[in-house]
């Protein structure tokens, strides 16, 4: 029962405060009177009692405190009261409280929109069932007859489900490119990236279908021309309506009957994936072009690990297998490997560097925010310092003060995160905008639940963090001290003068490592911007031209024919061309070329990649590649000609360093003409960066479409005189015109190409170079308010030292230089850890060394010049202190 | 007179609940009573008695009332609570067994 009247109590100290406070008033007070009634009756005077009794007490107030805090178990209360007090704080100064919610703001705005990129890609768990558990076999080879990473045959996969303890269920699926279909029956016969896939692919990733069921054994058994489609296809083909299940999907002509539909967010195993059909309908499985179809590497493998089975042990057996399979299968498995990765890590790969590097960054802005905030609460602390003497000399504890100011510095960083929420979620947009396409998970990056978790929980971690010190400080101060001065300031001098100037390097020194990592990407950014790509990209347009699998190969090559002619003959073009490939940005393998006349073969430790491209129509001029020697192709390198190649820089200075290679001969790994004749160097073109913009060229050798009747070449270049977009839409009306059944696709320029190509390092870019100039900025606002104070507080000292006949110069230049030694350590402090965040920093770079001076040199003299301008404000308002009112100001 | 010991909290509170047993009493009249049971030896420091009031309050060991004093004028009255006479024989029994204990050592050590 006594637990009811304790609680009876606290509900009465917390509702009826004032009633009580006045009745321990007077019961205080009744004691003290009883007390002097009995000095007096002693002997005493009424004042000597009245004074003895008071003193006896010890001082009626401090026990008033020392009761109302036995009064207060209830720490709620306090809570209360000091959030109320802090707001009170807060909303008398409110221009400090304005510029500390919008500096903390902008830091936690910037970190809450990272963490919000971050948490999509990286944190949050895949949508499938237990999805820590689902890993990748992802193939590695050796040696010079690389196939494609990741590629396994099903061959191989038989007997890696065979042989394996490890995984409870494996599922394999065509690799990308191999499912790629034409849906027709719609206006325009679209190219759309499906997946073949086998009879356990949903089982084992637990996804269930929205709409109709997913693809069983027996679809894969009867080899039944059924498909489950995306979402989005769903959306866009059958209107997102219920009755699609009863309708039909035309793919390359042919029927197929759709079973079920995917939810919105399904995306594997391919993101552009939009169909699933049964592995046993892929058309090289019923029909396969080549003998032994399922030994060549067109699959991939997805398996499940058996609960308590870890990664390096699924690993070591694959290993194993993997072993045991090279020693199988020597001619096609010679140097195989397998990773057993999980498939979090294996969709991330690309991208968790640059997003824990903008992490990083984040974390230091905000940093420097807490920092700056520290600085201003310190020298505000300063100004309150007769207030917090008074309370102190009334008997508050210390560590109720240090509480009151942390209430308030976590209040304070409690708006500041609700106004970086806003932040966060305005910018977020524009973060989206720029993001490369192939981010990860990009629709799904939102501000949900976790994200206003991290915020709140980081909000009070940045309050604590700059309160602490400012609070420490103001609460041990001497209460004695700060009231003789008439209460303006606390301890001066040297130790005060130094704490602020520590926190000034500190904030200077975390800028400088964020200049520094922004001005090596810059850097880098422009060095891949300057890279010649080996063709002038501007006013170029390209499209993809492909057919059904059905159309004849002689239909094709007439369409390109006539296509060319059509094309050229379109007003503001001025050549025109197609190729097999417009670049191998994926391209792994290493190969050589099997004979070249008067050399011996290469050996495979030297083999390097090389690709085949073949050509027709004004391809180099069209695409800007010049030559370097002998001749383009003509009309007169025809089927009955004499075989012809045109060959690189790179691959004229692997075979023929130093020497005209025009004239010379060579042979590929696959014969040409009647007899495996030779192949005759006709020319030498400049190197394109086909492999990529930031990778060396690769040898490339060219060769006529003409000579080379078994390819085809679906990319069309079009060099225009005005603006390549304005000729899309005659481009696409003479093209369809010759004939109905071409699939155009890939509609872009080849600036937009580039720009592809690089919008990865656009992206990491940018973001770094916006977080350093905020904290930039913050150290510079930093550093501003540090010297407006200092100035402020040591006007009476800077005015004797005018009167005394110094000159406004010298005064100046005193206070700036003794404000500016500490930026300039900061400075010094940041470029050394800069070295070791350029060493860590090193994969990202291009064209540049990780030392590289001009990054670090333009860093350390913005911030220099930088806080130059911000000290010399206000140490110029020293300058301008009337030396009499100075001395006059008490 | 020897010089007035200093009393631990704990013994404060078993002293209070002690002698507002024997009847209902305000703080001043609580000090006084300590201080003449033990011959002067026991000098209550206020400061601390009222704070240890409040506090067996919060926790109802004691009960309050307002009351008119022997010179007419108000005063706060504490009594036990049911609760507070158990609490009064716990910590008696825990403190006899306490001294007993230390004397032995001091007799035997």
């Keep these: 029962m006594r637990w009811l009247r304790v609680l009876m109590m606290r509900f009465r100290s917390m509702l009826k405060k004032q009633h009580l406070d006045a009745e321990l008033d007077a019961e205080l007070r009744f004691h003290v009177e009883r007390e002097i009634e009995k000095e007096i ?34 720490w709620i209360e306090d809570v209360f009261r000091d959030l109320r007090y802090a707001a009170r704080a807060l909303r008398k100064n409110l221009v400090f409280t304005a510029v500390a919610v919008l500096t903390l703001g902008l830091g936690i705005g910037a970190n809450t929109a990272i963490f919000s990129v971050v948490d999509a890609v990286l944190l949050r768990p895949l949508p499938y069932r237990d999805s820590g558990r689902i890993a990748v076999l992802w193939t590695t080879h050796t040696g010079p007859d690389r196939n494609f990473d990741g590629a396994i045959s099903y061959r191989d996969f038989e007997q890696i489900q065979k042989q394996n303890r490890a995984f409870s ?85 042919q029927r197929w009957r759709v079973v079920g539909v995917m939810p919105p967010e399904f995306r594997f195993p391919f993101p552009k994936a939009q169909f699933w059909a049964p592995l046993t309908t892929h058309p090289d499985w019923i029909s396969p072009e080549e003998p032994d179809p399922l030994s060549k590497p067109r699959w991939m493998a997805v398996g499940r690990l058996k609960s308590g089975v870890l990664f390096a042990r699924a690993q070591a057996e694959a290993d194993t297998i993997a072993s045991r399979l090279r020693r199988a299968e020597p001619n096609t498995d010679k140097g195989l490997g397998m990773r057993i990765i999980s498939l979090r890590e294996h969709m991330t790969e690309g991208v968790r560097r640059a997003l824990l590097l903008l992490l990083g960054a984040v974390v230091l802005v905000l940093l420097v925010a807490c920092v700056n905030l520290a600085n201003l609460s310190l020298a505000r602390g300063a100004a309150r310092g007769h207030e917090f003497a008074v309370r102190a000399s009334l008997g508050a504890a210390r560590d109720r003060l240090v509480r009151q100011l942390l209430t308030e510095s976590c209040l304070l960083a409690l708006f500041s995160g609700v106004l970086g929420l806003g932040i966060a979620a305005a910018s977020l947009r524009a973060i989206l905008a720029l993001a490369p396409a192939d981010l990860p998970r990009l629709d799904t990056i939102t501000l949900n639940g976790s994200v206003f978790a991290f915020t709140f929980a980081l909000s009070l971690a940045a309050g604590l963090l700059f309160g602490i010190l400012p609070a420490w400080k103001s609460a041990s101060a001497n209460p004695g001290h700060a009231l003789q001065e008439g209460g303006r300031s ?33 850097r880098s950014f422009v060095a891949v911007i300057e890279t010649d790509p080996g063709f002038r990209p501007r006013h170029v347009l390209t499209v993809n031209m492909e057919f059904p699998s059905e159309v004849p190969q002689a239909r094709i090559m007439a369409f390109y024919h006539e296509a060319l002619d059509r094309v050229r003959a379109l007003p503001g073009v001025t050549a025109a061309g197609t190729s097999s490939h417009l670049f191998f940005l994926n391209e792994s393998r290493t190969h050589a ?66 020497e005209d290679p025009v004239g010379r001969r060579l042979k590929g790994f696959d014969p040409r003409g009647k007899n495996d004749d030779w192949l005759t160097v006709a020319g030498v073109v400049a190197d394109m960066r086909s492999h990529g913009i930031e990778r060396a060229p690769i040898s490339q050798i060219y060769e006529p479409q003409a000579q080379r009747l078994t390819e085809t070449t679906p990319n069309l270049v079009v060099r225009t005189a005005g603006d390549p977009l304005a000729l899309v839409a005659n481009l696409r009306e003479a093209l369809r015109s010759i004939d109905k059944t071409v699939i155009l696709s890939g509609v872009s320029t080849m600036e937009q190409q580039l720009g592809e190509q690089t919008a990865r390092r656009r992206f990491e870019t940018w973001l770094l170079g916006v977080f350093s100039g905020l904290a930039l900025a913050l150290a ?36 700036l230089a003794q404000g500016m030694q500490f930026a300039i350590a900061g400075i010094g402090l940041g470029l050394f850890s800069s070295l070791w965040l350029a060493r860590a920093m090193a994969g990202m770079l291009y064209g540049i060394t990780p030392a590289d001076p001009v990054a670090l040199g333009s860093a350390a003299i913005l911030l220099l010049s930088i806080s130059l301008l911000a000290a010399y404000l206000p140490a110029r308002r020293a300058s301008r202190i009337d030396p009499i009112s100075a001395l006059r100001y008490e | 007179m020897a010089k007035p010991t200093d009393l631990v909290q704990g013994t404060l509170d078993l002293l209070i609940l002690r002698t507002i047993a024997l009847q209902p009493m305000h703080g001043w009249g609580i000090s006084q009573r300590i201080q003449q049971l033990s011959s002067d030896v026991l000098q209550v420091q206020q400061g601390s008695l009222y704070p240890a009031l409040h506090r067996l309050e919060q926790q109802a060991w004691i009960k309050s009332e307002w009351g008119e004093s022997e010179n007419n004028r108000r005063a706060k009255y504490y009594s036990l609570t049911r609760a507070g006479q158990k609490q009064l024989e716990r910590e008696t029994a825990n403190w006899q067994r306490l001294s007993a204990a230390i004397a032995q050592v001091l007799r035997t050590a």
């Excluded at chain 1, 637990?206 to 997913?214: K, Q």
């Excluded at chain 1, 679809?219 to 959306?235: H, K, N």
């Excluded at chain 1, 510079?780 to 005015?799: K, P």
């Design chain 1, 593 to 658: 070329l099997r004979q070249v006349e008067g050399r011996a073969p290469e050996p495979p430790s030297r083999w390097t990649p090389l690709v085949w491209t073949q050509i027709s129509g004004d391809y180099f001029r069209a695409m800007g590649i010049p030559l370097r020697a002998g001749r383009f192709f003509n009309d007169r390198d025809g089927p009955n000609a004499q075989p012809v190649v045109i060959v690189n820089e790179t691959l004229a200075q692997r075979y023929w360093p130093g």
């Design chain 1, 41 to 74: 009756a002693r002997g005493m005077t009424p004042e000597q009692a009245r004074y003895s009794a008071i003193r006896a007490f010890g001082g009626i107030t401090r026990r008033t405190e020392d009761c109302r805090d036995a009064r207060r178990i209830n």
């Design chain 1, 780 to 815: 510079a606002i930093g550093i501003y308010g540090v010297m407006y104070y200092a100035v402020a507080r040591r006007t009476q000292e800077l005015g004797i030292r005018l009167a005394l006949g110094a000159s406004a110069e010298g005064v100046v230049r005193l206070v």
């Design chain 1, 169 to 253: 269920g494996l599922t394999v699926f065509y690799i990308p490119g191999w499912s790629v279909v034409t849906l027709t029956g719609g206006e325009e016969p679209e190219k759309v990236q499906g997946a073949h896939v086998s009879a356990n692919f949903f089982s084992l990733l637990g996804i269930l279908p929205v709409l109709g069921r997913a693809i069983h054994a027996d679809d894969l058994a009867r080899g039944e021309r059924v498909v489950v489609i995306s979402y989005a296809l769903w959306q866009q083909r059958f209107g997102g309506s219920p009755n699609a299940l009863e309708r039909s999907l035309e793919i390359g002509g």
């Design chain 1, 490 to 522: 606390l301890s001066e001098g040297r130790s005060s003068r130094r704490l602020h100037g520590f926190l000034v390097t500190a904030e200077f020194a975390l800028a400088m490592v964020l200049a520094t990592g922004a001005g090596l990407l810059i």
